[in-house]
């Protein structure tokens, strides 16, 4: 009991003990090895740290990082972002484990306020983590969380864009630092997801989505679209067949508008609206990633006509993300639905 009350408040912050499943006995503990992405220096930290806090929670026997890079360097495993289901039960197989995790940053975010005399800075960090069956290479889980660190505040100073401004809150953090501390709250808090997917009995079983890089290929179709350096493109993993995807990605984007382009060998939709007040222009991109997963990357413009003390009249952005994530959700209901119609 006091091991858990330590894990409660030192491993995982503020998340209360009642929220976790109950903690394994040894041999019902989930052997586990961690990887990265790739070989690069950021996917490495983030395997490492991932390590790190999965073997200290208790909920999983983790296998040690240098024996699961001899392996991988042994065997040559190409680390590319994908983990095809082969290489999981091979993995599987040389280190006897039952799952593969792998985490990856999909996005970092930086957000100054400007007080006037004075600028707080919040740097957000988004993490996903995919657990795989090292038995049949199929997805057991996949879970995204993002990490938060301020810095602002007087009478110190902080660096931000190459500029010193006064620090209201008297904490002076270098961005490396802001960024290593929204890291470390990214992955603590993906732990626990992973913990919850795993563990819990009434867990979702079929993973619908989690958060993904963009694939900025999808730039080459908004090239003619003159706000399209305004906007930005966001993306989501969806845990579903690429033909199931496909459908649902065009049936959402006839709800919204007309459809102008659908060209599947390319994984390319665009659909356009335009009413008296309000214009929409989206366009998606479809990739499989693996025989479960089908990445989305949307780009999405959205406008409004707004009248002001009624003579003052213009067409307004509705925001960098807002329409996008608009879509990126209809879309998530519609593959829903088609699963829970394959189900029946």
Request: aromatic share 8%; proline share 3%; hydrophobic share 40%.
């Amino acid at each position: 009991m006091r091991h858990l009350l330590f894990l409660c408040i030192f491993i995982f912050g503020f998340i209360g003990c009642a929220s976790l499943p109950p903690l394994p006995p040894p041999d019902a503990r989930m052997r586990i090895a961690v990887i990265g992405m790739s070989k690069g220096t950021v996917d490495q930290k983030i395997a490492d740290m991932l390590t790190t806090t999965l073997s200290k929670n208790g909920y999983f026997t983790v296998v040690e990082r240098e024996r699961v890079n001899r392996v991988i360097e042994e065997q040559g495993f190409q680390l590319s972002g994908v983990v095809d289901p082969q290489t999981a039960v091979k993995l599987g197989e040389l280190l006897d484990i039952q799952a593969v995790v792998k985490g990856e940053v999909v996005s970092t975010k930086v957000q100054p306020i400007n007080w006037g005399i004075a600028i707080t800075v919040r740097r957000a960090v988004t993490i996903t983590a995919q657990v795989i069956d090292a038995k049949n290479g199929k997805t057991i889980a996949a879970v995204s969380d993002t990490g938060g660190s301020w810095a602002g505040g007087m009478p110190a100073e902080i660096e931000y864009g190459g500029q010193k401004r006064p620090d209201i809150l008297g904490i002076k953090r270098s961005e490396e630092d802001m960024y290593n501390s929204a890291v470390r709250s990214a992955v603590e808090d993906v732990a626990v997801a992973i913990i919850k997917a795993v563990y819990e009995k009434d867990k979702e079983v079929s993973v619908v989505d989690v958060d993904a890089k963009p694939d900025y290929a999808i730039e080459s179709f908004a090239r003619g679209i003159p706000d399209s350096n305004y906007f930005v493109a966001r993306a989501k993993t969806y845990y579903a067949h690429f033909n199931v995807v496909w459908i649902a990605v065009n049936r959402y984007l006839e709800t919204q508008g007309n459809i102008i382009t659908s060209d599947r060998d390319k994984g390319v939709v665009i659909a356009k609206k335009s009413i008296s007040d309000f214009r929409l222009h989206d366009i998606a991109l479809v990739e499989k990633i693996s025989e479960d997963s089908t990445k989305v990357t949307v780009k999405a413009f959205c406008y409004k006509y707004s009248c002001y003390q009624g003579s003052s009249c213009r067409w307004e952005k509705l925001g960098v993300d807002f329409c996008s994530d608009i879509a990126l959700n209809g879309i998530k209901k519609h593959i829903k639905k088609a699963l829970e119609e394959q189900k029946k």
